[in-house]
């Protein structure tokens, strides 16, 4: 059992491209989540998605979008990247929502130049 | 709303020694808790978690958490420390729509 994935493992950006950090599941939970991690503000939830087909805003959403097309699957875009959204990205997953613990992946390092 | 406080960012302790990691909560609905692990350069990982029933939750590595309603904390305790236990750790709580919120962290820093 893989857990959940994120792709890449690191990405060094130019400011102004766009891209998307991949995110999987293989434990069929309903929810899931992105956080960003800097030092000394621990993590900060982006956007959450309780179950496919449905997004919600978490603490620090602008700038970034998600999509929710299937379970497995939840994407996260920086449509334009700035300096500001360096950073380390989880992914994570919950069968319960707020109710339960949170599986987290192994993280995205970006770098935004 | 709900929040987290760690009260302490970093935490130096000498091996085999006890350790108390301080985390003080705030919530307006059902308290659901957790402490998680990060080591270097890794995700996140959980070591105990309070849903319900008994006040003192036992996790992994020797760890355990105390949940204390009236002074709203849930510490997290080890009677002896080894080198391996250098890390970061999160409390975090549950309970609402957008899942958990986080405190800022506490550096656990083991000295030989």
């Known amino acids: 059992i893989a857990g959940i994935t994120q792709a890449p493992t690191s990405q060094i950006l130019a400011a102004g491209r766009r891209m998307t950090l991949r995110c999987t599941q293989d434990?069929?939970?309903?929810?899931m989540y992105w956080y960003r991690q800097d030092l000394g503000l621990g993590l900060r939830l982006i956007h959450y998605?309780?179950?496919?087909?449905?997004?919600g805003k978490g603490e620090v959403p602008d700038g970034y979008s998600v999509s929710r097309a299937n379970t497995d699957d939840f994407p996260l875009t920086l449509a334009s990247a700035v300096p500001s959204q360096t950073s380390v990205y989880f992914c994570?997953?919950?069968?319960?929502?707020?109710?339960?613990?949170?599986?987290f992946g192994p993280g995205t390092r970006l770098t935004v130049t | 709303a709900q929040s987290v406080t760690q009260l302490d960012s970093q935490v130096p302790v000498f091996e085999e020694a006890p350790v108390e990691l301080r985390c003080n909560y705030s919530?307006?609905?059902?308290?659901?808790l957790f402490w998680y692990v990060q080591y270097p350069n890794q995700g996140l990982q959980l070591l105990l978690k309070?849903?319900?029933?008994?006040?003192l939750v036992k996790g992994i590595n020797g760890f355990e958490a105390e949940f204390n309603k009236s002074q709203t904390s849930f510490h997290l305790r080890k009677p002896s420390v080894h080198i391996s236990d250098t890390a970061e750790y999160f409390c975090?709580?549950?309970?609402?729509?957008?899942?958990?919120?986080f405190g800022k962290g506490t550096h656990l820093i083991i000295q030989p």
């Open positions: 434990m069929r939970h309903n929810a």
């Open positions: 919530s307006s609905v059902s308290v659901y």
């Open positions: 975090a709580i549950g309970g609402g729509a957008d899942g958990l919120t």
């Open positions: 998605s309780n179950t496919a087909g449905t997004t």
């Open positions: 309070y849903l319900s029933g008994s006040t």
């Open positions: 994570a997953s919950s069968a319960a929502g707020g109710r339960g613990e949170q599986y």
